[in-house]
């Protein structure tokens, strides 16, 4: 039986103003193509992409294994534990429109990826099934969209706007894609057979699977420690880019906005892109948590609180936040903010050891905060939660294939859980100090400040993993003098 063998044509992805293809055009489509090269004679790519360079060209280099292959299968087997006997439904999600007929950028869903080790756009509407193989044990079938053939009256490779090779690139035969996963692969038709979705527990639909999914990513392995330190080491790249460019940005009328394109073009270049969006926000706009507007000038004379983070092509993702003083010094009420902030980071780092409370490192770095604020007269006594009028929410989360990895586990094993070896989270206490709140001294008005940085809990405590970037006014300020004479 061919790979990929013939089928009902499906309906194809067009648009209004895609032209006509005549009976005649239609025929001499199918003809006259190369076949593809052989699995078995094809160099390995590079382990960026899941194809060689040639595949632009001519779609005849084979894939070599997908990065994670080695390690999920270990991943499956520990799901397969949990539910036995059950049929388990895993999808990558599907494309979502961003306006008319164009798609936003497809990432499949962090637990199919986490599953199957594949990472790329071409993963849309793919679906891992497990099916149950004995009392304890499943098999697993990834359902999928193979290359489509150029014969047989078939139009898509070269008609269909989202799924055709000739409009988004080349997608795995199914040979390749189980050289790709180490996974049977089969038909995306064999699946569906018309239905809208597949039978069995749907980790899209089912809170008991996605939560257990979200468990067992709590604790990374060392393939995944790896691969979030390659994401903060480019991270830390990109923010060196950042403050080398700042010149430029302090020029332009949207400064704001040319910082992000800095740090974004090398997210692109290094990696799959960021993992969020990324926060470039100066002045009083420091003191909006998820500020992604971007589009204020610069002041020379005010912070900038940068908060980026690299996705790799794996799609884990670094989370690092820095507030660096646009002239290169801190004024001294802005190193009084500042530091106040380091000393509450220094303690919520301090806090990390396995078998220590998740929420232990935020109430030891509230309490720096909450004395901090009652020294200064802002706030009468350091007791109770009024310090949050001025940090709002909490120092810190989970990180990994997700910014806030995780989200769906019980909060027995995260929020109220303990820490175990092997999780990476971040610690990013903050003080949003609003320019209209008149609690506050005049000059203290309008700074926002937080530092993030990410660690792995280690057998001793932790290890900051984002430690390239310096922290403390000295080093910062050092740092920026460097790379701007540089």
Same mark, same amino acid.
């Given at each position: 039986?061919?790979?990929?063998?013939?089928?009902?044509?499906?309906?194809?992805?067009?648009?209004?103003?895609?032209?006509?293809?005549?009976?005649?055009?239609?025929?001499?489509?199918?003809?006259?193509?190369?076949?593809?090269?052989?699995?078995?004679?094809?160099?390995?790519?590079?382990?960026?992409?899941?194809?060689?360079?040639?595949?632009?060209?001519?779609?005849?280099?084979?894939?070599?294994?997908?990065?994670?292959?080695?390690?999920?299968?270990?991943?499956?087997?520990?799901?397969?534990?949990?539910?036995?006997?059950?049929?388990?439904?895993?999808?990558?999600?599907?494309?979502?429109?961003?306006?008319?007929?164009?798609?936003?950028?497809?990432?499949?869903?962090?637990?199919?990826?986490?599953?199957?080790?594949?990472?790329?756009?071409?993963?849309?509407?793919?679906?891992?099934?497990?099916?149950?193989?004995?009392?304890?044990?499943?098999?697993?079938?990834?359902?999928?969209?193979?290359?489509?053939?150029?014969?047989?009256?078939?139009?898509?490779?070269?008609?269909?706007?989202?799924?055709?090779?000739?409009?988004?690139?080349?997608?795995?035969?199914?040979?390749?894609?189980?050289?790709?996963?180490?996974?049977?692969?089969?038909?995306?038709?064999?699946?569906?057979?018309?239905?809208?979705?597949?039978?069995?527990?749907?980790?899209?639909?089912?809170?008991?699977?996605?939560?257990?999914?979200?468990?067992?990513?709590?604790?990374?392995?060392?393939? @995944?420690?790896?691969? &979030?330190?390659?994401? =903060?080491?480019?991270? *830390?790249?990109?923010?060196? +880019? !950042?403050? /080398?460019? %700042? #010149?430029?940005?302090?020029?332009?009328?949207?400064?704001?906005?040319?910082?992000?394109?800095?740090?974004?073009?090398?997210?692109?270049?290094?990696?799959?892109?960021?993992?969020?969006?990324?926060?470039?926000?100066?002045?009083?706009?420091?003191?909006?948590?998820?500020?992604?507007?971007?589009?204020?000038?610069?002041?020379?004379? @005010?912070?900038?609180? &940068?908060?980026?983070? =690299?996705?790799?092509? *794996?799609?884990?993702?670094? +989370? !690092?936040? /820095?507030? %660096? #003083?646009?002239?290169?010094?801190?004024?001294?009420?802005?190193?009084?903010?500042?530091?106040?902030?380091?000393?509450?980071?220094?303690?919520?780092?301090?806090?990390?050891?396995?078998?220590?409370?998740?929420?232990?490192?935020?109430?030891?770095?509230?309490?720096?905060?909450?004395?901090?604020?009652?020294?200064?007269?802002?706030?009468?006594?350091?007791?109770?939660?009024?310090?949050?009028?001025?940090?709002?929410?909490?120092?810190?989360?989970?990180?990994?294939?997700?910014?806030?990895?995780?989200?769906?586990?019980?909060?027995?094993?995260?929020?109220?859980?303990?820490?175990?070896?092997?999780?990476?989270?971040?610690?990013?206490?903050?003080?949003?100090?609003?320019?209209?709140?008149?609690?506050?001294?005049?000059?203290?008005?309008?700074?926002?400040?937080?530092?993030?940085?990410?660690?792995?809990?280690?057998?001793?405590?932790?290890?900051?993993?984002?430690?390239?970037?310096?922290?403390?006014?000295?080093?910062?300020?050092?740092?920026?003098?460097?790379?701007?004479?540089?």
């Amino acid at each position: 039986m061919p790979d990929t063998p013939s089928r009902p044509a499906a309906r194809l992805n067009t648009s209004s103003h895609d032209l006509p293809v005549s009976a005649e055009l239609s025929r001499f489509m199918a003809t006259n193509w190369a076949a593809a090269t052989p699995l078995s004679s094809a160099a390995s790519p590079p382990a960026s992409s899941p194809f060689g360079a040639a595949d632009a060209a001519a779609g005849t280099s084979a894939p070599a294994p997908a990065p994670a292959r080695a390690v999920t299968p270990a991943r499956r087997d520990r799901l397969s534990a949990r539910f036995p006997g059950e049929r388990l439904v895993i999808p990558a999600g599907e494309l979502k429109v961003r306006s008319n007929d164009c798609d936003y950028r497809f990432r499949p869903h962090s637990a199919y990826a986490w599953l199957t080790g594949l990472t790329g756009e071409d993963q849309a509407g793919h679906v891992l099934v497990m099916e149950p193989a004995g009392p304890h044990t499943h098999e697993a079938v990834l359902y999928l969209r193979p290359r489509s053939p150029r014969a047989d009256g078939n139009e898509e490779f070269y008609r269909d706007r989202r799924y055709g090779e000739f409009w988004v690139g080349r997608r795995p035969a199914l040979a390749e894609a189980e050289q790709l996963s180490g996974i049977r692969c089969a038909h995306l038709d064999d699946l569906t057979g018309g239905r809208t979705a597949p039978t069995g527990r749907n980790a899209a639909t089912d809170p008991e699977l996605a939560q257990a999914l979200s468990e067992l990513r709590l604790v990374k392995d060392a393939w @995944e420690v790896a691969q &979030l330190q390659l994401a =903060v080491d480019h991270t *830390t790249t990109g923010f060196e +880019d !950042v403050v /080398r460019d %700042l #010149p430029r940005a302090l020029a332009h009328p949207r400064g704001e906005r040319w910082i992000e394109g800095v740090f974004n073009r090398r997210a692109r270049a290094e990696g799959n892109g960021t993992g969020y969006d990324t926060i470039a926000a100066s002045g009083a706009h420091a003191c909006v948590l998820h500020w992604i507007r971007n589009d204020g000038r610069l002041n020379g004379d @005010e912070l900038l609180l &940068l908060d980026g983070g =690299v996705e790799t092509d *794996t799609l884990y993702t670094a +989370d !690092v936040t /820095r507030t %660096l #003083p646009l002239s290169g010094r801190f004024s001294s009420v802005q190193r009084q903010v500042y530091e106040l902030v380091l000393a509450a980071q220094d303690a919520g780092m301090a806090a990390l050891r396995p078998g220590a409370s998740f929420r232990d490192f935020h109430r030891a770095g509230m309490r720096v905060i909450a004395e901090g604020l009652a020294e200064w007269g802002v706030l009468k006594h350091a007791e109770g939660d009024l310090h949050r009028r001025y940090t709002l929410c909490s120092s810190g989360h989970m990180l990994g294939l997700d910014l806030h990895d995780c989200a769906k586990a019980r909060a027995d094993t995260y929020l109220d859980g303990v820490l175990e070896e092997g999780q990476v989270l971040t610690v990013e206490p903050g003080l949003y100090l609003q320019s209209d709140d008149e609690t506050l001294p005049p000059e203290l008005r309008g700074i926002g400040v937080r530092i993030e940085d990410d660690l792995v809990i280690t057998a001793e405590g932790a290890r900051l993993m984002s430690g390239a970037l310096p922290r403390t006014v000295a080093g910062v300020e050092e740092w920026m003098g460097n790379l701007l004479e540089g």
